[in-house]
């Protein structure tokens, strides 16, 4: 049987190994390259790509210019991850506002219409470490999870193929079924 492959895209994250763990669980191989250093095609080597989440500003368009191009002309689903979800909404001309702190488990309510919410309840509890909020889905985009702090915690394009999650998805239950959803868009 022929594993699904999956481009990890580093864009500083801490948590890598615990990010590629989580696909792997899932049945998918992956691989990670930094933003920096991202093909300029993906040329069917990959099922999916992820973006995974960052400490540089999402406002840098000039390094992340070569990954948001990939992922505009890839046809494979996209999962942007905390800061990954940011450079995608900025990218679309969102805007980022400065919120609370906030680290540790958090409720977010989902909508649970959408396939990337198959295998959780319409509450979940998932992982932030951040302080940056996207305060609404720029244009193309809809919010697709909202908390008491954020109104867009999960971000689909209209298409439905580029995903994002402000939260971290690789760390804790929730985090992991939420995965577990968008890997049934590309296995």
Same mark, same amino acid.
């Given at each position: ?6 481009l990890?895209?580093n864009?500083g ?19 990670a ?12 080597r ?29 046809d ?9 979800m ?7 001309g ?23 919410f ?7 509890t ?29 971000? %689909? !394009? @209209?298409?439905?193929? =580029? *995903?994002?999650?402000? +939260?971290? $998805?690789?760390? %804790? !239950? @929730?985090?992991?079924? =939420? *995965?577990?959803?968008? +890997?049934? $868009?590309?296995?």
């Amino acid at each position: 049987m022929a594993h699904s492959r999956v481009l990890v895209v580093n864009n500083g994250t801490l948590s890598l190994k615990q990010l590629r763990k989580r696909f792997e669980e899932l049945g998918s191989q992956t691989e990670a390259v930094d933003a920096a250093s991202v093909p300029a095609r993906l040329g069917g080597r990959y099922q999916a790509v992820v973006l995974s989440g960052t400490k540089v500003r999402a406002y840098d368009r000039d390094y992340y210019k070569p990954l948001v191009d990939l992922v505009m002309g890839a046809d494979v689903p996209v999962f942007g991850i905390c800061g990954g979800m940011q450079i995608l909404a900025v990218a679309a001309g969102g805007e980022l506002a400065e919120g609370p702190q906030r680290v540790g488990g958090y409720e977010v309510q989902v909508d649970k219409a959408e396939p990337l919410f198959t295998y959780v309840k319409p509450t979940v509890t998932v992982f932030h470490r951040h302080t940056l909020y996207l305060q609404q889905a720029p244009e193309g985009f809809r919010s697709i999870g909202r908390s008491e702090h954020a109104p867009v915690e999960f971000l %689909r !394009s @209209d298409d439905g193929r =580029i *995903l994002g999650a402000q +939260a971290h $998805l690789e760390f %804790r !239950s @929730d985090g992991l079924e =939420i *995965l577990r959803g968008f +890997a049934q $868009l590309y296995q």
